[in-house]
């Protein structure tokens, strides 16, 4: 039994029920990031190519910074840990990963598997991780070397056979491997065969996706046919079918981010006469990048809402802009960044409260203690996909149609 979690779960329930743009709720999900350092220099990341960015570029983030979220975490269901760089190059990665546990808050990470060696692939199954989610991007080395030099792409091949031997070796279910491919001009050719390099590697499932422009350089740079690219995820989904493949197609609206370094409040538009959304996000979600820097969501890092230095995270997540964006959605005037955000939900008060009584169930069901590999497999890893943020929350809400 767990009261806190509870009472946390139902609370944001009520603030999503009573349309509250101020949540008396602390967040049911965290995205934190660890230090923005990186090995690779992705052509479509937004770390170094990034037009209006106010995230904390190469900055550490101090394992002593994570007791200060102790309140947070203690309510919250998932930490997404990881932001705008690679988590493996932070030395103290596993012990922040442990802290979190501590509080029975599941974990799951993107890497980009570089330095998946040995002894991190046994702290991956000894601390319980929910999801892994693994960036390829290509089938190839040639591929890869494009998107993410400097290469290497048959090491993290091998070190993520090795990483499924283990798990398969201990009977784990934790984590579930996800493969993630963002597509681009540069690598939509090799989409087609990323579940029979998913299947070869024992992967659990493939994550097909569109990628963002986070700068006018960067759409130049790596858009591609939107035609090819269409055909390209029927063909992968068909293969994937044929191979029984999971696959995850996420159809982002690449503009988002750059809608967003224009928007301002006036600029919203009727989504549907009489309708209204909610964002998960904005609801269920919080976004802390560097030590404490709060953000709106994963697309629009052009605005920092304010500082954990100001004041509590409730606070901070009750400021003007946040509420604003809150109360446009509930409106049904979609702000320009959300319109095709798969985040947005049509606000449904029966499918909510069918949700809320799910949800509130398992918080109350929630074992408390931390599960560790002597407790491996007795929390199942469900059906979840593994999802961070650029994705959708690990939760609910519809994946895209074609
Ligand atoms: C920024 S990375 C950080 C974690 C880790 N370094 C990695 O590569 O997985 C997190 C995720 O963002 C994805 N990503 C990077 N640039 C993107 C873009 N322009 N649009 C959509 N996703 C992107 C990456 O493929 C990766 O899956
Ligand atoms: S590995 Fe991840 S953080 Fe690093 S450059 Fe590539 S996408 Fe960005
Ligand atoms: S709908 Fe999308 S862009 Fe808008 S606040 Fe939510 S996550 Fe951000």
């Given at each position: ?16 029920l009573?349309?509250r ?19 690779l220099r992705c ?16 900055q550490?983030?101090r ?19 990881y ?5 493996f ?15 029975g ?21 000894r601390?319980g ?51 993630s ?13 990323f579940?029979?390099l998913?299947?070869s590697?024992g ?62 409040g ?28 709060l ?5 629009m ?8 230095a ?6 901070l997540?009750?400021?003007p ?14 702000p ?7 985040q ?14 799910s ?10 203690s931390?599960e ?31």
């Amino acid at each position: 039994m767990d009261w806190i979690r509870t009472w946390n779960t139902f609370q944001a329930y009520c603030d999503l029920l009573l349309r509250r743009t101020r949540p008396r709720a602390y967040p049911l999900e965290l995205s934190l990031g660890t230090g923005s350092y990186c090995n690779l220099r992705c052509i479509m990341c937004p770390r170094e190519d990034h037009e209006g960015n106010r995230m904390p570029f190469n900055q550490p983030v101090r394992t002593d910074y994570f007791r200060r979220l102790a309140p947070y975490l203690r309510r919250a269901n998932e930490v997404s840990l990881y932001g705008l760089g690679e988590p493996f190059l932070d030395r103290d990665y596993f012990k922040k990963v442990e802290f979190i546990r501590s509080f029975g808050t599941e974990v799951i990470l993107s890497t980009n598997g570089v330095l998946m060696d040995e002894e991190r692939r046994r702290d991956i199954l000894r601390t319980g991780l929910r999801g892994l989610g693994i960036s390829l991007d290509a089938v190839t080395e040639e591929t890869y070397s494009i998107i993410r030099p400097p290469g290497g792409f048959n090491r993290i091949v091998e070190n993520l056979k090795a990483l499924v031997a283990l798990r398969n070796e201990r009977h784990s279910q934790r984590p579930l491997i996800a493969l993630s491919f963002a597509m681009m001009r540069q690598n939509l050719h090799e989409v087609p065969a990323f579940p029979e390099l998913v299947k070869s590697i024992g992967a659990d499932e493939a994550i097909i996706h569109t990628s963002l422009y986070m700068s006018h350089a960067m759409k130049e740079r790596i858009e591609p046919d939107t035609e090819l690219q269409r055909k390209a995820v029927v063909k992968t989904i068909e293969n994937a079918r044929k191979l029984n493949v999971k696959v995850t197609y996420w159809n982002l609206d690449p503009m988002t981010y750059l809608r967003s370094l224009e928007y301002t409040g006036a600029e919203s538009v009727p989504q549907q006469a009489g309708a209204s959304y909610y964002c998960h996000h904005l609801w269920r979600n919080a976004m802390l990048q560097g030590e404490g820097e709060l953000f709106p969501c994963c697309y629009m890092t052009n605005h920092r809402v304010g500082t954990l230095a100001e004041g509590d995270l409730r606070v901070l997540r009750r400021k003007p802009f946040m509420a604003e964006l809150r109360q446009l959605h509930f409106e049904g005037r979609i702000p320009g960044p959300c319109r095709n955000c798969p985040q947005l939900i049509p606000y449904n008060r029966g499918q909510l409260v069918r949700e809320a009584w799910s949800e509130i169930r398992s918080a109350w069901k929630h074992p408390r203690s931390r599960e560790t590999d002597n407790q491996r497999g007795e929390t199942p890893v469900g059906d979840a996909p593994v999802a961070g943020c650029s994705g959708q929350d690990t939760n609910s809400g519809p994946v895209n149609a074609l």
